[in-house]
């Protein structure tokens, strides 16, 4: 079985740097705070939990004057207040490309436009985008988020609309939500904000989906972009999507000869390593025989 991995796997810049700072910061101090998982990945934060990162579900529970980790996918704007008003030490990782959003959509709001946004309305990085939406009424009006092209519907008397992208969302839905916007709204402004990293290694995966008969998404089961990645590939060839190598089943590869391992940009270079040893020693034992 010829096992192939993805040129771009490993952690995205974004996570790298959330990461890197967040241990460089449990080095000088334990009991650092961060509102939900830092990224989808369990070993990764199984490991920072025991170095002193506390991981809360709601921003009430961090001690005030407390150290406060914002993640690569941005915070809410109420938040963010909350967190001065209780004077929380901001450790802001939020991702550049994602900052490049905040700021395209807070201007454009103070312009007047209607801003679409198109991603999952659960998503974390699609909340804070959502936060930033100048509200001119109290009631939801000024924006909305577009999971599917069915899901659109512009308010009357609309004349300013503005798109843009949750930056890890499947870039054909993109397209679609696209293509039913400027079908209803010919004065559409629409920013491209999905993430380079990300479609480079979705066209990875599908590149490498191409040639081989099996393919292995491996990231956390509630990562936006691994799901998007497996997503893609399953259409080409059959897929599995892990978070760990204990996994993975050595029946889903009898008769396998070509394998191609991806991975989402919450997963660890060592994960991926560890899955190309798993499949390794299934090819062992296939030709029964031992290292
Ligand atoms: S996937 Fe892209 S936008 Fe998201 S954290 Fe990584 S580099 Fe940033």
Redesign the pocket.
Known sequence: MKITIAHSTG?????QR?IKGAKRALENQVGIYCLGEIIHNPRVIESLKKQGLVVVDDIESVPKGASFIIR??GLPKNLIEKAALKGLEVLDFT????KKIHTLVTRLSKEGYFILVAGNPKHP?VKAILSLVERKTRSAGDAIVVQRPEDLSIPDRCEKLALVVQ??FDPARFLDIVLETVAVSRTTLVHNTL????LKRQREALELAGRVDYMVVVGGKNSS?TRTLFELVRRKVPAVHIEACDELDEQLFRGVERVGIISG?STPEGEVREVYRKLESFEVARRGYSC
Do not use: D, I
């Open positions: 952690f995205c810049s974004g996570v959330a690569s996918h991702c550049p490309k994602v990085e930056t890890t993430c380079e990293e990300t972009n940009a």
